[in-house]
Nanobody, 123 residues
């Protein structure tokens, strides 16, 4: 059974940093694209960042470019999201997703999802 387990969320002041982790089990995702999405209350789930499995190519939402960095450790079957210069509007539940079959920007592309981790940024 495939599981994705996120960790690292919490409460942080604006301007602060957090590092999210997503540990996968049940299968190896070293050749699969993995991504991060977020969902704020009353809003749709939106793309944050993704990373390919083969060549390490990355994609970012415009709103996080230069502040967030996605990385992965295939030996640990884990993907990370380093978030710097956090803003109150970054408050959301952050979800890890694995094995994109199509565009990495689309929720519907991913086969597997974690349960999410709450990130709250206070002003």
């Amino acid at each position: 059974q495939v599981q994705l387990v996120e960790s690292g969320g919490g409460l942080v002041q604006a301007g602060g940093s957090l590092r999210l982790s997503c540990a996968a089990s049940g299968r190896t995702f070293s050749n699969a694209a993995m991504g991060w999405f977020r969902q704020a209350p009353g809003k749709e789930r939106e793309f944050v960042a993704a990373m390919s499995g083969n060549d390490g190519h990355t994609w970012y939402a415009d709103s996080v470019k230069g502040r967030f960095t996605i990385s992965r450790d295939n030996a640990k079957n884990t993907v990370y999201l380093q978030m710097n210069s956090l803003k109150p509007e970054n408050t959301a539940v952050y979800y890890c997703a694995a094995a994109a079959r199509d565009s990495v920007y689309l929720v519907s592309s991913y086969l597997y999802w974690g349960q999410g981790t709450q990130v709250t940024v206070s002003s």
